[in-house]
């Protein structure tokens, strides 16, 4: 029972802490946001989506087409994302691997996501 009221306790600190950063705009909203872009626990965004604002090719392949037995060039594409929904946006994020062969899977905590979110509906507009 102590242990669980500890552990209760902690975690309150912990969250109130958490919570000051971003009201305190100690670094504001659209920083963090841009912080987490880059760092965001994993590969950054910026290194897949670049500046996020227009589709990016990330790599380039031949695969024999199994009808023509050609050669066709694909190429594998990070979308411009400063224009998705909320509801794509979560989707996405909290997607894991099965969903897709090239996007990393991160763990991101709600407040994380949603200035990470704010961040990137703003990132044409710098
Ligand atoms: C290794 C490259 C890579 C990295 C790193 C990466 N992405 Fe992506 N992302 C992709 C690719 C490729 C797609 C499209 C195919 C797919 O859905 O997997 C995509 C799709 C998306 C989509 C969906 C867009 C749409 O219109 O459906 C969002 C949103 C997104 N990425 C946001 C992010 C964010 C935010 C980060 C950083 C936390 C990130 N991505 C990191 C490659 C990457």
Request: hydrophobic residues 40%; proline residues 3%.
């Amino acid at each position: 029972m102590r242990l669980i009221l500890s552990v209760i306790f902690l975690s309150s600190l912990l969250f109130s802490a958490t919570k000051n950063t971003l009201d305190n705009s100690f670094i504001t909203r659209f920083e963090y946001g841009a912080m987490l872009y880059e760092n965001p626990r994993g590969v950054g965004c910026i290194s897949c989506h670049k500046k996020g604002d227009k589709p990016v090719i990330i790599a380039k392949y031949k695969e024999k087409d199994k009808k023509t037995k050609k050669l066709v060039e694909k190429s594998i594409i990070a979308p411009a994302i400063n224009n998705v929904s909320y509801e794509v946006f979560i989707d996405k994020m909290t997607a894991d691997k099965t969903d897709s062969k090239v996007m990393p899977t991160y763990f991101l905590t709600k407040e994380e996501l949603d200035s990470l979110f704010f961040y990137i509906k703003r990132l044409n507009k710098k």
